[in-house]
C-alpha cells in the first residue's frame, strides 16, 4: 500500500521559513519523480517543484523560484520542500505527489498524493 505522509507545516510569520517533508511508503521512492503541489482556498491545485529521480534535476513554479528549494533522501524514502521568505501568497494546502513515468508539472502526471498539510503565512 503506497503512502506519502506530508508534514511540518503550520503557521509561520512572513519572511520566515519552514520545511515540509514528505515520508514515501510501500513504493520504491528512488523510481518516482517527486513533486510539490499547493492548493489554496477558491483555487485550483497548482505546481510548485518537482525533482527528479535521483534528483539531479529539479524544476519550480515562477513564483516559489528563489524562495523555496525541493530536494530528497532516496535512503531515507523523503521528500523535502524549504520554504525561504514566504508570503502571505503562500498560504494553502501543501501536497506531495510521486510520479512513475514523467518528469512534470502536471498533476495528471502523478501517481500517488499525499494527504496535505496547512501552511499559513501571516503578513
Known amino acids: 500500500q503506497v503512502q506519502l505522509v506530508e508534514s511540518g507545516g503550520g503557521l509561520v510569520q512572513a519572511g520566515g521559513s519552514l520545511r515540509l517533508s514528505c515520508a514515501a511508503s510501500?513504493?520504491?521512492?528512488?523510481?518516482?519523480?517527486m513533486g510539490w503541489f499547493r492548493q489554496a482556498p477558491g483555487k485550483e491545485r497548482e505546481f510548485v517543484a518537482v525533482?527528479?529521480?535521483?534528483?539531479?534535476?529539479?524544476s519550480y513554479a515562477d513564483s516559489v523560484k528563489g524562495r523555496f528549494t525541493i530536494s530528497r533522501d532516496n535512503a531515507k524514502n523523503t521528500l523535502y520542500l524549504q520554504m525561504n521568505s514566504p508570503i502571505p501568497e503562500d498560504t494553502a494546502v501543501y501536497y506531495c505527489?510521486?510520479?512513475?513515468?514523467?518528469?512534470?508539472?502536471?498533476?495528471?502526471?502523478?501517481?500517488?498524493w499525499g494527504q496535505g498539510t496547512q501552511v499559513t503565512v501571516s503578513s
Open positions: 505527489a510521486a510520479a512513475k513515468r514523467t518528469y512534470s508539472v502536471e498533476p495528471a502526471a502523478y501517481d500517488y
Open positions: 510501500g513504493v520504491t521512492f528512488s523510481s518516482y519523480h
Open positions: 525533482i527528479s529521480r535521483g534528483g539531479g534535476s529539479t
